[in-house]
């Protein structure tokens, strides 16, 4: 399977993900951490790293400079420039009147200069926001080898869970004879009753059929100017659509999408990384996850004193990142970013805690999400009392505490 040369991607990564609340006051939801060393926008770059794609557009628009960061110092490095190679942030331009972006379409129809200065064949669109692993040509030769105008990407999902998602239906051959937006009713693939296909946000298209299908719409006023809503519906019946079942390169049992469009949703897509046989494969050589890389020392523990005290430096069951050290204190079940310092008795357990987060002795936190440089003091606790850190802190429907960037406890 060969590179597409004249395929260029467009990663949307404009979104102020207002869902994950205090996660997203400082960045983009694509720059938000995950799984300790990596940002969510990773996933999505090394898909089309991984896929021999290697010239990359990312429109960004709210809250951009943590996003700007992560890929002029991480993720650019991984392409070559002398072959061609780029991964290229795209600030917003206004060029189409005084308005920030209105929807997915529009933050494509806004960019379209740059689009068409690479005079790509293709164009793959992508959002900067999900968490999976995907090699990208299949999708494209399915493309080639149906004749389509659009592509759209496709995740097998029950029946009884598809009113969450945008679904496609489709006909025996997979073309799509509708799109139904979180539908009461939503319609199931031919020959299996029980199983619907749902929108990725993933999109290939000709890339003529994409300057001609923006501009039409860019014109409409009663467009919302996005691709779900508006692009895919309006090709229904008049050119030839195609959903593309997911191929999934985790190699596991279940197939593995995830919008952590959530909250909870990203704090059990976190948790579920130090089981011991996560539903995300983070390990396999052959698909690596690439990101920035730091100049920080190996993690460190320190102290087992005998006796009755506790002071012990350990973690069990979870990730610890980089550039941390565990002096004395316990880690259970938990994530840890780049830089954390968890000191002597304290406790860390079913948490995830961002870059440089500071415990101090005899704290104890626990079911958190706390953001980069937070210092928790001697003796605090987070996550024992709700009612007392929802005077603080946002505290979710499912019970997890999350403490900001900057708070002071």
């Known amino acids: 399977m060969s590179p597409r040369p004249s395929t260029l991607a467009l990663i949307l990564a404009g979104g102020r993900g207002e869902r994950l609340g205090p996660l997203t006051v400082h960045r983009a939801k694509p720059a938000v951490h995950f799984g300790g060393t990596y940002r969510i926008v990773d996933f999505a770059v090394s898909n089309c790293i991984n ?31 002398a072959r061609g190679e780029f991964i290229e942030p795209l600030p917003p331009q206004q060029r189409e ?39 990208y040509r299949h999708m494209i030769d399915f493309h080639l080898a149906q004749g389509a105008e659009a592509t759209c990407g496709a995740v097998e999902v029950p029946r ?14 997979d073309r799509i004879i509708e799109f139904q937006e979180k539908p009461k009713e939503p319609k199931a693939v031919p020959g299996d009753p029980e199983t ?9 298209f000709r890339a003529r059929t994409l300057y001609e299908l923006l501009e039409h719409d860019a014109e ?16 229904l019946g008049a050119r030839p659509l195609y959903a593309f079942r997911f191929v999934d390169e985790n190699k596991k049992e279940r197939k593995y999408w ?47 004193d005998e006796g009755d005290d506790g ?19 316990r880690v259970r079940r938990s994530v840890l970013s780049p830089g954390c310092r968890i000191n002597s008795y304290a406790l860390v357990e079913d948490s995830v805690l961002f870059d440089n987060v500071y415990i101090g002795r005899r704290a104890k936190v626990r079911r958190a999400i706390i953001d980069k440089d937070v210092r928790i003091p001697e003796g605090a606790t987070v996550g024992f009392d709700l009612e007392e850190d929802r005077k603080r802190f946002t505290v979710t429907a499912g019970g997890v505490v999350v403490i900001p960037k ?3 406890l």
């Open 258 to 304: 995830r919008d952590v469009g959530t909250i909870d949703a990203f704090y059990e897509a976190n948790l579920d990384l130090v089981s011991v046989d996560p539903q995300l494969n983070l390990y396999d050589p052959a698909w690596p996850i690439y990101t920035r890389l730091n100049p920080l020392p190996p993690p460190k523990f320190v102290f087992e």
């Open 220 to 235: 409409d006023p009663d467009s919302s100017h996005d691709f779900g809503r508006d692009i895919v519906p309006k090709m």
């Open 196 to 204: 619907c296909l749902a929108s990725m946000g993933i999109y290939v």
């Open 51 to 81: 896929s021999g794609l290697n010239r990359i557009l990312v429109p960004i628009q709210y809250r951009s400079r943590s996003l700007n960061t992560h890929i002029r110092d991480g993720l650019s490095r991984y392409f070559n420039s």
């Open 160 to 173: 009884g869970e598809a009113s969450s998602f945008g679904v496609l239906a489709v006909d025996e051959a």
């Open 311 to 329: 002071r012990v430096g350990a973690a069990t069951d979870s990730l610890v990142s980089p550039g941390c050290i565990v002096s004395g204190g």
């Open 406 to 408: 900057g708070a002071v």
């Open 97 to 135: 009147g005084e308005h920030w972006y209105t929807g997915t379409a529009d933050a494509v129809y806004q960019n379209l200069f740059a689009v068409r200065e690479e005079e790509p064949e293709l164009v793959l669109i992508l959002a900067g926001d999900h968490i999976y692993k995907m090699d």
